[in-house]
């Protein structure tokens, strides 16, 4: 990426809080709801000072019901508002999937056109700080297997203003995934209202010998892992899918087709993910352009275990990216002592301002 | 409990000749559609109202065309008392393109907009929120409709139900909340899914709602209790709990009678048959001399005239094309 030095940098959390102001400001029937929205804390400062603006009947509060708010979210948007409902986890909006499945995600086509449900629904997924089996679940293949959802993975803070402006704008219900160690990264973002396409994958960095699928954070980790493989003299491409569904087939089909190499790499469960998923497409449609057997990078088929020492064996990184690319090729493993990758910071946590709890 | 308790001799003959054609229609449009659903034609399950059409008619007969309701899997008698397109139902039931949900949605998901009837849900209780959003969302815009949503006894043990009139209690909502206890879900009774202490009166009063019971094959009460609700609410004092007992005819999804298989006894059809909400209005109306029989006969013809086109509209409607099968995916 260029870097304008005129262009304002602020943090991801900062491009999530003033998308949904900006949102708010423009439409009136936008508005905000979720455990801790106008808290002081305000959802780790993506809603903070919404409440002052936009008073507590469009930035509320709710009771503790999963379930039934994101019914009452869904009613009101078939009634013409645009609820955004905010999760703190998304373990805890498993407890709607009914209202989500069920409803939000058939409602438009089941009654045949007639009536639409513009909800966005913003996920937290995350990692570390023992956060555990039921606090740090990644599961947006889940979501993108639902006809009539679409399904947003940001991440960048310039992605996750421009895409959660669009989650807003769209007529659809849209599930917006957050990962929670993106919220400190900063990057360049407008001070104006701009909107990033929905179905729209990125090519993050441009190479010639291998494709890298990823999202999210895993595309942070992917990054890291380019720069040391370009140094080993593999030209990495990396795809960002930005949107999960619709899925943006083509970028990552034609990405392919330049490099003849694909990994993916994927920052939920294995079996059954979104990673099988590209790999199936890229089979189906590019077979022949591929020279290697497609690879993917994963978490385990395992519930995520809250011990720090467990964890730092659970999760992928940038070593594992590093070394899934270099076995396509057929070279040998390389340690993260020989590349010089240390950790200054414990692996439970993303960068030194995380300190615990979160 | 018989099937007529009082008379109101406030209440127009006009008006009760009309809650007894909504009734009969009602009856009469469920019995074709049982009549003819052994020609394999209406392809999708049919959840029949007959023996419930008291409580459609009499809540709806106080709702205005701007009011909205939404519905559950019986839901048919809801969707005519609101005044639903009949050709657009049975269509819809027919699986055609000019149905009521283009063929997408069959007879547990009916709608039409122009009258406010916002749609049906067949997974137990998980419209209530539904009913509650909207009438969240109307509150918001600041209009003054009322939001009423039907369910069975059986979505009361849904924790969406709690969770449902929690909120519209803290915020006061427009919403009117219908239940038809019928006894059975399906064929588990009362008495397997609920405590006999259980009495979902104080448990919304407990929630801060208001309520009432009644006997939901009295059309009247069921009109007077509902107008009561529809005042409180339109004053503004928040929602409304009603509980109707009332008993399911037929079998619970289907055409049939199953008295025979063992879940309920043939005599209790018998004694719940005799308070047919139909007939016994109909004999206190002829009693009263507001009806006769001429006009009942008058009222049927006309009724099964409307029936017969209806069901050639249906029948002679093109399916929907594969083109269309794709479409409504995502709104534009």
Known sequence: ?358 | MSCARFDNELMTPKLKKQLYYDMLRIRRIEEAIAERYHEQKMRCPVHLCIGQEAIAVGVCANLTKEDYVMSTHRSHGHYLAKGGQLKAMLAEIYGKGTGCSMGKGGSMHLVDLNVGFLGATPIVGNIIPIAVGTAFGTSMKGENKISVVFMGDAATEEGVFSESLNFASLKKLPVIFVCENNFFSVYSPLSVRQPKERDNLSLVNSLGIKGDKGNGNDVLEVFELTKKAVVNIRKGKGPYYLEFETYRWREHCGPNFDNNIGYRTEAEYLEWHKRCPVKCFEGMLEKRGILSDIEIGEMTKRIDTEIEEAFHFAISSPFPSEEELYQHLYAN
């Open chain 1, 1 to 358: 990426m260029t870097k304008n030095p005129m262009e304002r940098e602020i943090t991801y959390a900062k491009a999530v809080l003033e998308a949904t102001a900006q949102c708010m400001a423009e439409d009136a029937s936008v508005y905000i709801m979720g455990l801790g929205v106008p808290d002081p804390k305000g959802v780790f400062g993506t809603t903070l000072g919404l409440k002052d603006k936009f008073g507590d009947r469009r930035v509320m509060d709710m009771p503790v019901s999963e379930n039934g708010m994101t019914g009452i979210a869904i009613g009101s948007a078939i009634v013409g508002l645009r609820p955004i409902m905010t999760h703190q986890r998304v373990d805890f909006m498993l407890l709607a999937l009914d209202q989500i499945i069920n409803n939000a995600a058939n409602w438009h086509y089941m009654f045949g056109g007639k009536m639409k449900v513009p909800i966005t629904i913003r996920l937290l997924i995350g990692r570390g700080w023992g956060q555990g089996p039921q606090h740090s679940k990644s599961l947006q293949s889940i979501f993108a297997h639902i006809p009539g959802l679409k399904v947003v993975m940001p991440f960048t803070p310039y992605d996750a203003k421009g895409l959660l402006v669009s989650a807003i704008r769209d007529d659809n219900p849209v599930i917006y995934i957050e990962h929670r160690w993106l919220h400190n990264i900063i990057g360049e973002v407008p001070e104006n209202i701009y909107s990033v396409p929905l179905g729209k994958a990125r090519i993050v960095k441009e190479g010639k010998d291998i494709t890298i699928v990823s999202s999210s954070y895993m595309v942070l980790e992917s990054m890291k892992a380019a720069d040391y493989l370009d140094k080993d003299g593999i030209s990495v491409e990396i795809v960002d899918l930005r949107t999960l569904q619709p899925l943006d087939r083509e970028s990552i089909i034609n990405s392919v087709k330049k490099t003849g190499h694909l990994l993916v790499v994927d920052g939920a469960c294995h079996t059954a993910g979104f990673a099988a998923e590209i790999i199936a497409t890229v089979t189906e449609k590019a077979f022949s352009c591929l020279k290697s057997s497609p690879q993917r990078l994963t978490l385990p088929d395992l519930p995520t275990p809250t011990s720090p020492a467990l964890a730092n064996f659970y999760y992928p990184r940038t070593i594992n990216i590093i070394n899934t690319a270099r076995s396509v090729f057929r070279l040998p493993e390389r340690t993260e002592e020989e590349l010089g990758i240390t950790h200054d910071q414990p692996l439970d946590v993303p960068d030194k301002s995380f300190t615990g709890p979160f």
